[in-house]
């Protein structure tokens, strides 16, 4: 088992502009408890900032229920308080999995179901 900064080094978080002015945060590698609050926290810090956020997730890898339970925290809250935080609907076929085994999607596309 490797330390918690090798593991956090298989994490990554890289943002952009779109042309729409959203800023995607573009998630890859391994989201799992070890680096859950980072993200967490960065999603915190951009809704305080006022961004409109979209999640890729397309290039994520492996995503845990802490993952997940962060995601869904974020996505709530945004409709809650007005903001703007979209998960991309486009994923990797091991976030595809882990979302229907887990019945949440609901939760990040309230309006497809």
Same mark, same amino acid.
């Given at each position: 088992m490797g330390s918690l900064l090798e593991r956090s080094i298989r994490f990554g978080m890289?943002?952009?502009?779109?042309?729409?002015?959203?800023?995607?945060?573009?998630?890859?590698?391994e989201l799992d408890l070890? =680096?859950?609050?980072?993200?967490?926290?960065?999603?915190?810090?951009?809704r305080d900032e006022g961004y409109a956020v979209r999640v890729d997730l397309s290039q994520l890898e492996f995503i845990d229920s802490s993952g997940l339970r962060e995601l869904?925290?974020?996505?709530?809250?945004?409709?809650?308080?007005?903001?703007?935080?979209e998960i991309?609907?486009?994923?990797?076929?091991p976030v595809q999995r882990a979302i229907d085994i887990?019945? =949440?999607?609901?939760?990040?596309?309230p309006d497809l179901g």
């Open positions: 890289r943002e952009d502009f779109e042309a729409d002015g959203t800023l995607r945060l573009a998630l890859s590698g070890s =680096v859950a609050q980072a993200l967490a926290d960065r999603l915190m810090r951009l869904i925290g974020a996505a709530s809250q945004a409709r809650h308080d007005g903001g703007q935080l991309d609907p486009e994923l990797s076929e887990a019945g =949440v999607g609901p939760q990040f596309w």
